[in-house]
C-alpha cells in the first residue's frame, strides 16, 4: 500500500521545455490536489480535484495545465517551464473536506 | 478571509526542554485546524487536528494543541523535545466547504531544530 506515488523523484528542464508530473493513489480518496513548496513560503496550492471529472483552479495556476484522468490519477503539466517553477511539487489526497490530506514525497524541479 | 500565521520561522531548544510552536489564524466561520510535520526529504504527515470537538488535541508523538477562539489561536507543544521532533511544521485552517480542501490555507512553516 504506498499510498501516494509521485514520478519523477527529480528533473531538471531547460526554460520553455514541457513536462508532465504523475501522481498516482491507491487509497480511494475523491480528492487530489497540486501544491509547491518553495523556502519561506510553505505550501500554494496550484490545482485541485474535488472528485473524478472535476478541476478547480488554486492559489498560483498560471503556468500549469492538470488533468484528472481517472479516479486514481492526477497530473499535472507544465507547457513551457519558466526559471519560477522551479520548486518542490508534492501531491496530496484527501476523503471528505474535514480529513486530513495525505501528501506524496514530492518532485524536485529545477528549471535553468 | 482565511489566513494562518506562525510567529518564528526558526525555533532552537535543548534536548529536554519544552517545545512552543505558535499558531494563530484568522476565519469568518468556525475553522478547522491542522498541524502537519515534514521530515527531510519527504512529504508532510499530520501530527494532529481539530474539528471541534475537544479543545484539546492530542496528536502522535506526544504533541499536543489547544484551541482557544478567544485568541484565535492552535499553538503545538511537547513537553519534552527529543532530537528526532527536529523537522518543519506547518499549521493550516480550512472550513469545509463542498467536499474538499480546496481552500486549506498552510502557514510558512516553522523549523525546529533540537540541541544535545
Known amino acids: 500500500n504506498a499510498g501516494v506515488t509521485q514520478t519523477p523523484k527529480f528533473q531538471v528542464l531547460k526554460t520553455g521545455q514541457s513536462m508532465t508530473l504523475q501522481c498516482a493513489q491507491d487509497?480511494?480518496?475523491?480528492?487530489m490536489y497540486w501544491y509547491r513548496q518553495d523556502p519561506g513560503m510553505g505550501l500554494r496550492l496550484i490545482y485541485y480535484?474535488?472528485?473524478?471529472?472535476?478541476?478547480d483552479k488554486g492559489e498560483v495556476p498560471n503556468g500549469y495545465n492538470v488533468s484528472r484522468l481517472n479516479k486514481r490519477e492526477f497530473s499535472l503539466r507544465l507547457e513551457s517551464a519558466a526559471p519560477s517553477q522551479t520548486s518542490v511539487y508534492f501531491c496530496?489526497?484527501?476523503?471528505?473536506?474535514?480529513?486530513?490530506?495525505?501528501f506524496g514525497n514530492g518532485t524536485r524541479l529545477t528549471v535553468t | 478571509a482565511q489566513s494562518v500565521t506562525q510567529l518564528g520561522s526558526h525555533v532552537s531548544v535543548s534536548e529536554g526542554a519544552l517545545v512552543l510552536l505558535r499558531c494563530n489564524y484568522s476565519?469568518?466561520?468556525?475553522?478547522?485546524l491542522f498541524w502537519y510535520v515534514q521530515y527531510p526529504n519527504q512529504g508532510l504527515q499530520l501530527l494532529l487536528k481539530?474539528?471541534?470537538?475537544?479543545?484539546l488535541v492530542k496528536g502522535i508523538n506526544g504533541f499536543e494543541a489547544e484551541f482557544k477562539k478567544s485568541e484565535t489561536s492552535f499553538h503545538l507543544t511537547k513537553p519534552s523535545a527529543h532530537m528526532s521532533d527536529a523537522a518543519e511544521y506547518f499549521c493550516?485552517?480550512?472550513?469545509?466547504?463542498?467536499?474538499?480542501?480546496?481552500?486549506?490555507?498552510f502557514g510558512k512553516g516553522t523549523k525546529l531544530s533540537v540541541k544535545p
Open positions: 476565519s469568518s466561520v468556525p475553522p478547522y
Open positions: 496530496a489526497i484527501s476523503d471528505r473536506g474535514d480529513s486530513p490530506l495525505h
Open positions: 487509497m480511494n480518496h475523491n480528492s
Open positions: 480535484s474535488a472528485s473524478e471529472g472535476t478541476t
Open positions: 481539530y474539528t471541534s470537538a475537544a479543545t
Open positions: 493550516a485552517v480550512t472550513f469545509v466547504y463542498g467536499g474538499s480542501q480546496g481552500n486549506l490555507i
